[in-house]
Nanobody, 124 residues
Framework: QVLLVESGGGLVQAGGSLKLSCAAS????????MGWFRQGSEKEREFVAA????????EYADSVKGRFLISRDNRENTVYLQMNNLKPEDTAVYYC?????????????????WGQGTQVTVSS
């Protein structure tokens, strides 16, 4: 069983930055693709970014390209999401996800493993 623990959410003004972290442990998490999803109030969960553990392939949702940066630390088994130039529409609960297949993260909401979520609120 892969355990994902997120941290780093909070309240920030529009234009500000936050960095989320997701520490993975258990199972074969070192071979997984990992990524971030978000769910705003009364909205469906949506893909934000993902990184493939094996080759470092990265994908972003169009809404965050140029503002968000996903990265990983293989030694710490941790994935990060640096969020810059935040907008009020970025307000959501952000979830870390992991799956053996990158395409599951980027194309579906059916990742095998999920974190508990961390709230990000951007004030205008």
């Amino acid at each position: 069983q892969v355990l994902l623990v997120e941290s780093g959410g909070g309240l920030v003004q529009a234009g500000g930055s936050l960095k989320l972290s997701c520490a993975a442990s258990g199972g074969t998490s070192t071979n997984y693709a990992m990524g971030w999803f978000r769910q705003g109030s009364e909205k469906e969960r949506e893909f934000v970014a993902a990184i493939n553990w094996s080759d470092g392939t990265i994908e972003y949702a169009d809404s965050v390209k140029g503002r968000f940066l996903i990265s990983r630390d293989n030694r710490e088994n941790t994935v990060y999401l640096q969020m810059n130039n935040l907008k009020p529409e970025d307000t959501a609960v952000y979830y870390c996800a992991a799956d053996p297949f990158m395409t599951i993260l980027t194309a579906t909401p059916y990742a095998h493993h999920w974190g508990q979520g961390t709230q990000v609120t951007v004030s205008s």
